[in-house]
């Protein structure tokens, strides 16, 4: 028996492996999985592949790495069983087939024999007409030895759904209040394909009962289906779930749906799968904290919280119905505040696969590597990606000699000429050849004092070092940037760039 008070909620996702999974898949999922937890029922994962022509192998790792990529465990589901199994619609077939036949017997359905030929002739005729376009019910009145007549030739038939005539179909969404649709605006639409397998409106509604589905959470572009869903749990003689119709996510213009792919807004590109999220370096906090406030608000005056916090205060009623545009730059604020908040250990833990494909450099070779252990520290408030990191640190896995400077001038200090950079270069080398200890302290404190020596403003010194070692107007701090380049590879650099100067003095001078 189906209990929609405030018992322990059954909830269910159910995606259909026909592609990646998207963002807004993944807010649907989230919102069942809180609700789960807050009142301690139960989180269901069922695979709904019942469409054959459209089912994708792969999809199904990126549904099921996207979900506990966010931290999304399920109760029950196709690899951890249950008391329901299977939770695979393809392996439960047989069930579908005996309950539409059950919806035959008892004049709630009908067997269709209809053509794909004569249904295409039907609808041009209707289109000529200018008529909306549907089945037109042809096989819903066939006699007894019509129909007698169809099966002894082995016609091949769908079963259809005998919608009511007349009257009005009332329907109850949590969010929306009761709404009230003319069953003249219905199709009978198919429940059973020829080929045995049930179309989304049969299987949706046996398996929520049988698994005993207490709320419906998904998108709001399904509330078209839920009066169908409605009379087909009718004529059963069941309970409906709640229904609770998420609000559309409109991309961050605020003016169109999300799409399922890349869409350039204002120029810039936004993301709209999960798998893509997570290779620009998303971490699953952030996304959690993001998506929990689209749609549904923790409170306006706190931006971060917990997923306990969020457990505890989630509620449906409290879901805005209204379409929510998706704040990216949000996001990535979000982002930057959970890289700051992880140790430096778990940082580099996070960056590893990113710099190991960026760099084109080994993960084990990264994971023992020195460098980073020096310059992740120092990057870490500087970027809102994981994906971001290679950029600030490229340099330091490039051969002296292959380092290549855009222009003469990232080598010349502020208010000096090439000659006098050219100096600055050689008396950075002299000081780094022999500065003990080799760390960034004391190489600070000893490039300040050299500084002063020379008579020049400091950051005319730092400034063709800077440029000398990692080739870029923009680094990390200069001095852990030469303690984690290691004194030999600092002072070939220093070296590279002297030649280099030398050689376009000319242009320098331009």
């Known amino acids: 028996m189906i209990d929609n008070g405030d018992g322990p909620a059954r909830v269910r996702f159910a995606p259909s492996p026909t592609g ?53 465990d399920w109760d029950e ?45 039907m609808r041009e005729a209707q289109r000529r007409a200018g008529k909306r376009t549907g089945y037109d019910r042809h096989c819903r009145n066939l006699s007894d030895e019509e129909r007698r007549q169809y099966e002894a030739e082995g016609a091949a038939s769908v079963i259809r759904f005998a919608v009511p005539l007349e009257g009005v179909t009332v329907f109850k969404d949590l969010l929306r209040g009761d ?64 229904l609770v119709h998420l609000p559309v996510i409109l991309d961050p213009s605020g003016k169109g749906k999300m799409s399922k792919r890349k869409k350039m807004v204002a120029g810039k590109e936004f993301l709209a799968l999960v798998h893509e999220f997570q290779e620009c370096g998303y971490l699953p906090d952030a996304m959690f904290n993001f998506l929990t406030n689209v749609g549904w608000n923790f409170d306006p005056d706190q931006e971060v919280f917990s997923r306990e916090e969020a457990i505890e205060r989630f509620s449906l009623e409290e879901i805005n119905p209204s379409a929510a545009a998706l704040p990216y730059e949000k996001l990535d604020w979000l982002n930057g505040l959970y890289i700051r908040e992880l140790t430096p250990a778990a940082l580099k833990s996070a960056l590893l696969p990113f710099l190991s494909r960026q760099l084109g450099v080994a993960e084990s070779e990264l994971r023992s590597d020195g460098k980073l252990e020096i310059l992740i520290p ?30 003469p001038k990232l080598l010349i200090g502020r208010k000096l000429d090439a000659a006098q950079s050219v100096d600055m270069l050689r008396s950075g080398a002299e000081l780094l050849a022999e500065v003990e200890p080799f760390s960034a302290e004391a190489i600070q404190v000893a490039f300040r004092e050299k500084a002063e020596e020379l008579g020049v403003k400091a950051g005319s010194f730092f400034g063709p070092v800077r440029g000398a070692i990692s080739g870029k107007k923009v680094s990390p701090p200069l001095f852990e940037s030469i303690e984690a380049l290691g004194r030999e590879e600092t002072l070939e650099r220093l070296a590279h760039a002297v030649a280099f100067l030398e050689e376009h003095m000319e242009m320098a001078s331009g």
């Open 378 to 407: 120092v990057i870490q408030e500087r970027i809102k990606r994981l994906d971001e990191a290679a950029d600030w640190i490229d340099w330091a896995y490039q051969e002296a000699d292959t380092i290549e400077y855009a222009s």
């Open 20 to 72: 990646h999974l998207h963002l807004g898949g993944l807010r649907t999922a989230l919102f069942d999985w809180l609700w789960a937890r807050k009142t301690e029922g139960q989180f269901i994962l069922r695979i709904e592949d019942t469409d054959r022509r459209r089912f994708d192998p792969e999809s199904m790792d990126s549904l099921v790495n996207g979900l506990r990529w966010l931290g999304l």
């Open 179 to 242: 709404i009230e649709v003319e069953n003249r605006q219905l199709q009978d639409e198919i429940l059973l394909k020829a080929d045995g397998m049930p179309t989304y409106h049969l299987a949706a509604m046996v398996d929520d009962r049988l698994m005993e589905i207490t709320h419906v959470l998904r998108g709001e572009e399904w509330l078209a289906t839920a009066p169908i869903h409605k009379l087909i749990v009718d004529a059963f003689g069941w309970e409906m779930p709640v």
């Open 77 to 121: 589901g196709p690899d951890v069983g249950g008391p329901c199994a299977p939770y695979v619609q393809s392996e439960r077939q047989q069930i579908y087939g005996v309950k539409a036949q059950a919806l035959v017997d008892k004049g709630a359905a009908y067997r269709c024999y209809c053509t794909p030929e004569r249904l295409a002739e």
